[in-house]
């Protein structure tokens, strides 16, 4: 190529662009003189591509670059590969070496450019000084005065192009120089797949790791949900059955307090004296059978203290000045509703006699209430005393009220407690001999 | 107070078995019964009691509680319909949490008046009797 050639005026079309054809010199490249080909420098440069592709086929593309480069003597080498993000608009410099290698990542359009034209002939093709058709490079230095490109294919898909630049005119392409360039073609070829194949790769690692951490999150909100949604149900159902338990439970027991009440108030009225007197006893077994379901309540129906069972009726006496004196000694036990209940009227009918007739009847009467848990077999039994004196002298009762009757039968057949209910001269005496439920003691 | 019950005729000397664990319930019901004339077997105030009772006494009818000490009374029930004896329940339970098996039987619901009573008793005695 010689100056005078690259000078000569070219005719300008109307739209004052510079024809492809007078940019173009393949033909030339038949008529040069070419080398002989070095085949063994041929080798030992594909053997170098070869084990850098095996190497670090990341940095393939620039590698490849480098050694075109230097097996062409060329000012710059470089690799155009079409963008594939918007549909291959344009030519992407993906790796160049040489002078030109600060231009990496510049491209041309798919549409007029160098690269382009390569692909529209699918052939290889020899520029000379393409700036003047393709005015974007005039800004690019140094300029181009030789371009050889060769197209490269994935697929039998043009999809890219090598080239080689002469800067100067010191170096001009032959016939040999396409030759190598052609069959360096093949191995670009390959060279991009595993680029795009590994970016791929790594595209879709990410992806999937993305993905995976994003499946793992979401895995993990969903167990807490579901977790909390089990919960919350299971919570919901149970308590809609403990809620329907519970008021067939209550309705029962309302039952049974309704029918204790119409026996307490029948046994009442079997040995009150005046209607006064039957108000009077009604209402004190009324209040002490509702006392013991405060009790009751507060242990949700599972358990009362007996301590405070016994203490419910004799708290009035405990503790006082210038009274009778009164002890409560025991450890603690919890009683069932079924004890508590009927241990409650009984300490209730004991007090009330007391009071009336006995050791709380006078300012020196003193009662002494103790209790041990020993264990009798495999079961635990209560054994409880109730011991009056200081009193009036103790005449026996002539007939079975509501309380001994309570005490003496009553007990007995709902607790399977042994009683005795002693009139001793100097005091009522009471012991109860009660199995509890091991685990209440 | 105890007033206007008397012993009715056609229970006197009738034999009633009581199945009842809270002895105020058996207690008012016991009394009940003595004033009608009958005469009561028991009260058993377990089960396990009510069971012997029910397969050896002489029973003309009976009155169950259904829930004794925890217990099911439907043992007793069995043994009292394997020997044609009348019997009806006597309990703080809505009717409908019977057992399907005894849901034709008589339900006596608490608190009971004693007229209602003594008119299911009267109900079972003279079935047992024909």
Same mark, same amino acid.
């Not at chain 1, 007739?357 to 020196?364: F, H, I, K, M, Q």
């Given at each position: 190529m010689s100056p005078t050639q690259a000078e000569s005026p070219t005719a300008l079309p109307s739209d004052g662009v510079v024809p492809l054809e007078s940019v173009l010199? !393949?033909?030339e490249l038949d008529r040069r003189q070419s080398r002989l080909p070095d085949y063994e420098k041929e080798n030992r440069v594909l053997v170098a591509l070869a084990q850098a592709l095996a190497d670090s086929p990341g940095t393939i593309l620039q590698t490849m670059a480098e050694i075109m480069l230097e097996a062409f003597g060329a000012g710059s080498a470089g690799f155009s590969v079409l963008t594939t993000?918007? /549909?291959?608009k344009k030519f992407y410099w993906a790796a160049i070496s040489g002078v030109?290698? =600060?231009?990496?990542?510049g491209g041309t359009p798919r549409d007029f450019g160098p690269c382009g034209d390569v692909l529209d002939r699918n052939a290889p093709l020899l520029f000379r000084h393409f700036e003047r058709r393709y005015?974007?490079?005039? =800004? $690019? !230095? =140094? @300029? $181009?005065?030789e371009c050889l490109l060769v197209p490269f294919y994935v697929e039998g898909k043009a999809v890219g192009t090598i080239w080689v630049i002469a800067h100067d005119d010191r170096r001009e392409f032959d016939a040999e120089d396409l030759r190598q360039l052609v069959s360096l073609a093949s191995f670009a070829s390959s060279a991009y797949q595993t680029v795009s194949f590994n970016q791929k790769t790594v595209a879709m690692n990410e992806a999937l790791m993305l993905g995976s951490l994003r499946q793992h999150e979401l895995t993990e909100a969903a167990d807490l949900l579901n977790a909390k949604l089990q919960t919350e149900m299971a919570a919901r159902k149970e308590g809609e059955e403990q809620r329907v338990l519970l008021m067939a439970e209550l309705d029962h027991r309302l039952k049974n307090t309704f029918v204790a009440v119409q026996s307490i108030a029948r046994l009442t009225s079997q040995n009150a004296a005046s209607l006064d007197q039957f108000h009077e006893a009604f209402d004190d077994r009324l209040m002490a059978l509702s006392q013991t379901h405060d009790l009751l309540t507060l242990g949700e129906w599972r358990s009362a203290p007996l301590r405070e069972v016994i203490m419910m009726e004799l708290s009035p006496y405990?503790? !006082?000045? /210038?009274g009778p004196r009164v002890t409560v000694t025991g450890e603690d036990v919890q009683l069932d509703a079924r004890q508590a209940l009927a241990l409650g009227l009984s300490v209730h009918e004991l007090a009330n006699n007391a009071a009336k007739?006995? #050791?709380? %009847? $006078? @300012?020196?009467g003193r009662i002494d209430v103790a209790w041990d848990v020993i264990a009798s077999n495999d079961a635990m039994v209560l054994k409880l005393r109730w011991v009056e004196s200081g009193g009036p002298v103790v005449e026996p009762p002539l007939r079975r009220g509501f309380g001994s009757r309570l005490i003496e039968s009553g007990i007995p057949s709902e607790l399977g407690a042994d009683v005795q209910l002693e009139f001793h001269r100097e005091g009522v005496r009471f012991t109860l001999t009660l199995p509890l439920d091991p685990a209440r003691a | 107070m105890v007033g206007n019950l008397s012993i009715d005729p056609s229970l006197k000397g009738a034999r009633i078995l009581l199945v009842e664990d809270e002895w105020l319930v058996s207690v008012l019901v016991v009394d009940w019964l003595r004033q009608f004339g009958c005469d009561v077997v028991? @009260? #058993? %105030? %377990?089960v396990a009691q009510a069971v012997v009772l029910a397969a050896a006494e002489e029973i003309d009818a009976a009155l169950l509680d259904i829930n004794v000490k925890g217990e099911v009374v439907y043992s007793v029930a069995r043994t009292l319909a394997d020997r044609g004896i009348p019997f009806a329940f006597l309990t /703080?339970? #809505? #009717?409908?949490?019977?057992?399907e098996t005894y849901r034709e039987r008589p339900v006596l619901q608490k608190p009971v008046r004693s007229e209602r009573l003594s008119q299911i008793l009267r109900e079972m005695v003279n079935q047992s009797v024909k």
């Open positions: 010199c !393949t033909e993000d918007d /549909g291959g030109w290698k =600060p231009h990496i990542g005015t974007y490079f005039q =800004p $690019v !230095t =140094p @300029p $181009v005065e405990h503790g !006082t000045q /210038g007739y006995g #050791a709380l %009847s $006078v @300012p020196n | 028991g @009260p #058993a %105030s %377990s /703080g339970y #809505a #009717a409908s949490m019977i057992s």
